[in-house]
């Protein structure tokens, strides 16, 4: 059997932890709204869309525990970050570069310490602007604390669990990764998620 009794547990626990953040998230959209509005429609897919992302995670988790091969784990890991997509649809979309980018900086933690850093910086903007907006639409109040606690809390979660997707390939000690190979496929990543960060900041208003 490939995936081992534990491993279907693992899963099954990932599914309903995915579930209940789903449901926080949704109330949590609800509490930073000036006008909130609910419908069965969004908020059911609100919470498919977490579960099947921490569902994802999960297997993937999983799998690579017990997958010993660069080319597997190459091809778990894809799916892995097209299986992560339907959670950056909508007003999720506006969080894609900053998951990006921190999940990198902290799950490749082979990276040059400078690149790095500069990830987590660039990272941090629409967070940082979102939280200016929850402070420009309720002012400064300890709901708005909390509105941006929550907020933070959700997104470090989402980083925390898509670690098995963003974490190199391991075989014991050794992280098999070519250093040229790999700084510049994360220097056009970087192109590319500033690009989508433009995109996302300039043409997308968040809510």
Same mark, same amino acid.
Do not use: C, H
């Given at each position: 059997?490939?995936? !081992?009794? @534990? %491993?279907?547990?693992?899963? *099954? =626990?990932? &599914? ?9 998230? $949704?109330?949590?959209?609800?509490? *930073? !709204? ?30 690579? $525990?017990?997958? @010993? ?6 091809? *778990? @890991?894809? &799916?892995?970050?097209? +299986? ?18 921190? !999940? ?8 040059? $310490?400078?690149?790095?850093? &500069?990830?987590?910086?660039?990272? =941090? ?8 907006? #929850?402070? =420009?639409?309720? %002012?400064?109040?300890? &709901?708005?604390? %909390? ?21 190199? #390939?391991?075989?014991? !000690? ?6 040229? @190979? $790999? ?5 056009? #990543? *970087? ?7 433009? +995109? ?8």
């Amino acid at each position: 059997m490939f995936v !081992s009794q @534990r %491993g279907w547990k693992l899963v *099954i =626990s990932g &599914a309903l932890g995915g579930a209940v953040l789903g449901v926080v998230a $949704r109330l949590w959209m609800r509490w *930073i !709204s000036t006008d909130p509005e609910f419908t069965w429609g969004g908020t059911i897919g609100i919470v498919i869309a977490f579960t099947f992302f921490a569902t994802t995670q999960t297997t993937i988790y999983v799998l690579r $525990r017990r997958v @010993r091969t660069r080319r597997f784990t190459s091809v *778990i @890991r894809g &799916a892995g970050i097209i +299986f992560s997509l339907p959670l950056f649809t909508a007003a999720g979309a506006i969080m894609f570069p900053t998951v990006a980018l921190t !999940s990198i900086a902290l799950w490749q933690n082979k990276m040059d $310490r400078k690149v790095r850093i &500069a990830l987590y910086g660039i990272g =941090s903007i629409i967070p940082i602007l979102q939280i200016k907006e #929850f402070v =420009s639409n309720f %002012g400064w109040t300890i &709901a708005t604390v %909390g509105r941006a606690t929550l907020f933070l809390l959700i997104y470090l979660i989402v980083v925390i669990l898509i670690k098995p997707t963003v974490s190199p #390939f391991k075989f014991g !000690s050794e992280i098999k990764v070519a250093k040229g @190979r $790999r700084n510049t496929w994360v220097i056009l #990543f *970087i192109v590319l998620v500033t690009l989508l960060f433009l +995109f996302f900041t300039i043409g997308i208003q968040g809510n």
